[in-house]
């Protein structure tokens, strides 16, 4: 498996802002190449797709969970 950090990094400010469009759109991304790529992280990922453009909370459980694990 490997990662894209861009998208890592998307996926990130996406469970901050709690939208893929916002977080996109400061990344310089549309809103539907921004839901793209979290789909293609979410895939690789093997993970639950969020719905309805909101960011679902096991997005931000995740992130949580990413931030405290140890280097």
């Known amino acids: 498996m490997t990662l894209d950090l861009k998208q ?25 190449n921004a839901s793209h790529r979290i789909k293609l992280l979410e895939d690789e990922l093997g993970v639950r797709p969020h719905y309805a453009g909101d960011f679902a909370d096991d997005g931000r459980v995740s992130v949580s969970r990413s931030r405290a694990a140890p280097s």
Do not use: W
């Open 8 to 32: 890592v990094k998307l996926f990130a400010r996406a469970s901050v802002l709690g939208a893929i469009g916002k977080a996109g759109e400061e990344l310089g991304l549309s809103a539907t």
